[in-house]
């Protein structure tokens, strides 16, 4: 796995959007970090999803001590917003956002191998 993106969520700036970009075939881990927003509530539900399902597929949802994450894999190229939506045990509804742009990787010309 690649290195990971990660955003603090924030009670007061609920508008804040965090960009990413990455190529084509990357696998990245997206975190976001939810305890400054929680106020000594606790996560009962995250949904991470996609605007662009066909740029981005996501995998594996881990939610630990405030914390959630989930793997994308970028598939083709063009910008996607993914978003992660929590439920607290207060009931709120707390949402972060990415943007993500996915550049594709130019093929043809000169390819170079080594193989062990």
Known sequence: MSRATKAYASAYQTERVQSASMTVGELREFEVDFNGALNGETITAAV????????????????????????ATANYSGRAEMRVTITTS???????????????????????????
Do not use: H, Y
């Not at 990787?105 to 080594?114: C, E, F, I, K, N």
């Open 90 to 116: 207060a009931g709120r509804w707390l949402i972060q956002r990415f943007m993500v742009d996915v550049r594709g990787v130019a093929l043809g010309g000169t390819a170079l191998t080594w193989t062990a």
């Open 48 to 71: 991470w999803d996609t605007s662009n399902p066909t740029a981005m597929a996501l995998a594996d949802l881990t939610q630990a001590a405030g914390i959630v994450s989930v793997d």
